[in-house]
């Protein structure tokens, strides 16, 4: 059996990537998808930044989101 952190890692990184391009393609740095591994509410974080902070890219489309 895999240990419970790697399978934790796992799951974080399963998670991760997926953000990484989400940030990357809204025109924030995609570091900050790195949140997802801080225990607790890392996750809630970079969900509310996705959702309540103006896209850089929309900004350049003309399109509000």
């Known amino acids: 059996m ?3 952190f790697f399978q934790a890692m796992m799951v974080g ?3 991760a990537i997926p953000v990484f391009f ?3 393609r809204a025109g924030f740095n995609p570091v900050w998808s790195l ?3 801080l225990p607790g509410f890392g996750l809630l ?3 509310m930044q996705l959702a ?3 896209w850089p890219n929309a900004q350049q ?3 509000k989101l």
Request: glycine content about 4%.
């Open 2 to 4: 895999i240990p419970d």
């Open 13 to 15: 990184f399963m998670i």
């Open 22 to 24: 989400i940030y990357q």
């Open 35 to 37: 949140l997802v591994f």
């Open 45 to 47: 974080l970079v969900f």
């Open 52 to 54: 309540l902070l103006p």
């Open 61 to 63: 489309t003309g399109r």
